[in-house]
Each structure stands twice: as C-alpha cells, then as structure tokens.
C-alpha cells in the first residue's frame, strides 16, 4: 500500500508565522537535497501525492476483492494484448520526434506547453506560478502546438 517508487519528500516549516516549503530528494550521486519551493507549486504536489495514495489504497482494496482469474478477467487478457515490436519502436520513433520538436520551441513556449500536458497543470496554475494571465499560458501553449505541428510536417 505504500509507495516506494516516490523518491520526494515534502516538508513544512513554520518561521515567524510564515509556511515555508521544501522537497528533498537523493540526487545521482546518492546526496541529500532539499529545495524550497513556491506555496502553489507545494500545494499541487501535497494534492498530487495525496490522490496518488488514495489510488494506491483502492487499487489494493480492488486486487483483494478481485484475486481470483475469472472469465472476466481472461476475456479482459485477451482483448488487451501487448504490443507488437513494430509498434514499440513506432512509438519511440513518434516520441523521439515529439521532444526532438518540443526541444525546438522558444523557453517560455517549451516551459508552459510541458506543465501544461507533461505535469498536468492547468492554465490558471501555470499563469500563477509565472505571474501572468491564463490567456496568455493558453495562447502560449496554443503557439507551441502550432509550432510542433509545423516542425513535425517539416521533418
């Protein structure tokens, strides 16, 4: 039921009545680091590791209740069957494109479409952490898609 593959820890600290953030995380070479971060960005990752134990816990709870093969989860084998070599290979070649493309993109362009698909933020989010408007994150994000698209037809 517990997470093990999570190698963040979160933390707060009250000084002088004020909340002060921090993540500390084993960096490559097996040192300790801890960073400060933002209060919305704190607040997104307590939510996130919040709903990712709760869908640990029910996943847990699912596979007692459903331990046992049955034909339902036969017929569930069947339909979902792994992927071919050419399909892997497909998709790497895909996603080696998309990033090639994504790398392409101006910073600001690059920063907001990856918090918006990669780390599901939502445009409202992104416009605090960066101090401006959401119309502009979504503009900005729209402009990014518009440039991959071009870059992936180009290439």
Excluded at 35 to 47: G, H, K, R, S, Y
Aim: charged share 30%.
């Amino acid at each position: 039921m517990f997470d093990n593959t999570n190698p963040y820890k979160l933390r707060i600290e009250i000084i002088l009545d004020q909340k002060h953030y921090y993540a500390s995380f084993q960096n490559a070479e097996n040192q300790m680091v801890e960073i400060e971060i933002a209060p919305t960005v704190a607040d997104w990752l307590f939510q996130k590791f919040v709903r990712k134990e709760r869908n640990l816990r029910r996943s847990d709870e699912r596979n007692l209740e459903y331990s046992e093969v049955t034909e339902q989860t036969l017929h569930a084998r069947v339909l979902n069957r792994p992927k071919s070599l050419e399909e892997i290979a497909l998709e790497r070649l895909q996603n080696e494109m998309l990033w090639k493309a994504i790398n392409v993109l101006p910073k600001v362009q690059r920063r907001r479409l990856i918090l918006y698909y990669f780390e599901n933020f939502t445009y409202e989010q992104i416009a605090k952490i960066e101090g401006c408007s959401a119309r502009a994150v979504k503009y900005s994000v729209d402009s990014a898609k518009a440039n991959l698209k071009n870059f992936i037809e180009k290439n």
